[in-house]
């Protein structure tokens, strides 16, 4: 039986690791991986989420739905800043990245300014559930189950869909993508949108679990640059393997030597990730085919 | 050059290149319904910069381009493909990490309203797009990967079709079967055909009507008899 508890423990640990990575990367993964965009955004569209999920939680709509808005405003606020200011930088990788460094600066600022320092945030849902001695967080085990799907949706949308098939003939050929009929503009629109509404539904789904703080969207800052950084350009081949790897890494040295350690931990392993495999985990394994 | 309407492309005094440095000069030309006209002229005339002045990913800076009767020169590359006109561009282009059956899929996108698309013409002429519909582009051969183009702006049915030279690194048996297959799409289905080329042969079967390009403008217009005049052909290429 203390092999099995033991086991279970382990498998908690990976789990939620694994989870909050894939749910903060994904966004910053689809955002980079089909446009090239470093999104320094991102954790502000995280905020979003999070802070319309908990606002329209607190008005009485059922939970589900209240993360349903958050990542939808997240989404919108996103196709309105690509229409407005990204789609400008496309070919302009540097000054892209200090543009949306400058729009998460005014919009960190700016709700701070408007409303106010923190706001009333709402409590974990489910309750726990115990193994042998420890109790374990339901909802946690929720959000794991809540990555997966994402992953398994994501992949159907991009393989299975005319707007997926339309998105990577655009990333891989743009101008043939342009010539074969493809709107690449609106392509980019829509594939921006639906990188903010990711990032939104991490925020609105660990919403509950943190404090609402206009400054939130960098609790998740680490985890996601890290993650995109190890996997590499390629979301299927990289951010799932890369969040797996990491979450193996970060689950085994925080049950060692703590929370500091699971981060440390991490940032030694992009640094080897950098040196190594520059491409990171995707690069690597599309080597070598066209 | 005449412009009437009959014909389905007509370009006037158009001038386009790259930067500030114009490669083509005031060229003008006209592709009648149903023809196959042929531009042939040695590397770096300008027929690349035509064709990609045709299907809008150059602008023109000058003159007038005319589809259908309308000018499109305003119009983005998508909206003039959407309007029916196939492009096949130098190279193939196909989109490698993607199957062969999501490369055609692209290709839809030049249907007509309530015209639909057409598979079953584009694996009877190429069989092995569907054999291999599963398979990623980009392990097809050079060949198989300019059947992919060629069946990609076929699906939708165009009105036009523009072919950067089909017969660029192709084995000679294999473009044969190309030149076979798209004088049969033009002879039963009526589309209009404009192609840019450097092999004589593939321009003496293929071709009705052909110009001549030199230094980015039009040289000479020959018509069929002439095009069957091999050692007069030669003649003029060697310009």
Request: hydrophobic share 45%; with cysteine; net charge positive.
């Amino acid at each position: 039986m203390e092999y099995i508890h033991f086991a279970f423990t382990a498998f908690y640990q990976f789990g939620d690791a694994f989870a909050f990575l894939v749910l903060s990367a994904m966004g910053l993964a689809v955002i980079f991986g089909m446009m090239g965009i470093i999104n320094l955004a991102h954790g502000e569209f995280i905020m979003c989420g999070a802070y319309v999920t908990v606002a329209t939680a607190r008005l009485g709509v059922p939970l589900p739905i209240a993360m349903l808005c958050g990542s939808l405003a997240a989404g919108v606020l996103g196709m309105v800043l690509e229409r407005t200011i990204i789609h400008r930088l496309y070919h302009r990788p540097l000054d892209s990245i200090v543009a949306t460094w400058g729009i998460s600066l005014i919009l960190t600022q700016g709700t701070l300014i408007v409303l106010g320092s923190s706001m009333a945030g709402i409590s974990t849902p489910l309750g726990s559930f115990s193994v042998g001695n420890y109790s374990y967080s339901t909802y946690r085990m929720v959000l794991l189950g809540v990555a997966v799907l994402v992953l398994i949706g994501l992949y159907l949308l991009f393989h299975h869909t005319t707007f997926g098939i339309h998105s990577r003939a655009t990333i891989q050929a743009p101008h043939m993508a342009k010539a074969a009929g493809i709107d690449t503009g609106r392509m980019y629109s829509l594939t921006f949108g639906l990188g903010a509404a990711l990032a939104g539904l991490a925020g609105a789904l660990y919403a509950p679990t943190i404090s609402i703080v206009p400054t939130l969207g960098a609790n998740f800052l680490v985890e996601s640059f890290v993650t995109v950084v190890v996997g590499g350009a390629d979301v299927f081949l990289g951010t799932a393997p890369a969040a797996a790897t990491l979450a193996v890494i970060k689950a085994f040295l925080t049950g060692w030597q703590g929370q500091l350690m699971g981060q440390v931990g991490l940032l030694i392993t992009v640094m080897v990730v950098i040196r190594i495999l520059p491409q990171g985990l995707s690069g690597w394994l599309l080597k070598g085919r066209t | 050059m005449t412009t009437n309407s009959t014909n389905l492309l007509s370009v006037e005094g158009v001038i386009s290149g790259y930067g500030t440095t114009s490669v083509l000069q005031e060229v003008s030309l006209s592709v009648g319904r149903g023809e196959v006209v042929a531009v042939i002229g040695r590397n770096g005339v300008g027929k690349t910069t035509l064709m990609k002045t045709l299907i809008g990913l150059i602008k023109n800076r000058q003159g007038i381009i005319r589809f259908d009767g309308k000018d499109i020169s305003a119009l983005e590359s998508h909206e003039r493909a959407r309007l029916g006109i196939g492009y096949i561009p130098q190279g193939r282009e196909v989109f490698s990490r993607m199957t062969v059956w999501e490369n055609l899929k692209v290709g839809e996108m030049l249907q007509q309203p309530g015209e639909g698309v057409d598979y079953e013409r584009v694996y009877e002429f190429f069989p092995i797009l569907k054999e291999r519909a599963n398979q990623r582009a980009g392990t097809f051969s050079g060949g198989q990967q300019q059947q992919l183009a060629i069946g990609r702006a076929m699906v939708g049915k165009p009105k036009l079709m523009l072919l950067d030279e089909p017969s660029e690194g192709i084995q000679p048996n294999i473009v044969k079967d190309i030149s076979r297959n798209i004088l049969k799409l033009n002879r039963e289905l009526g589309v209009t055909i404009l192609l840019v080329e450097q092999n004589l042969d593939m321009i003496m079967t293929m071709a009705q009507r052909c110009y001549v390009m030199d230094k980015g403008k039009i040289t000479h217009e020959l018509a069929n008899e002439q095009l069957r005049d091999r050692d007069a052909m030669r003649r003029i290429l060697a310009v």
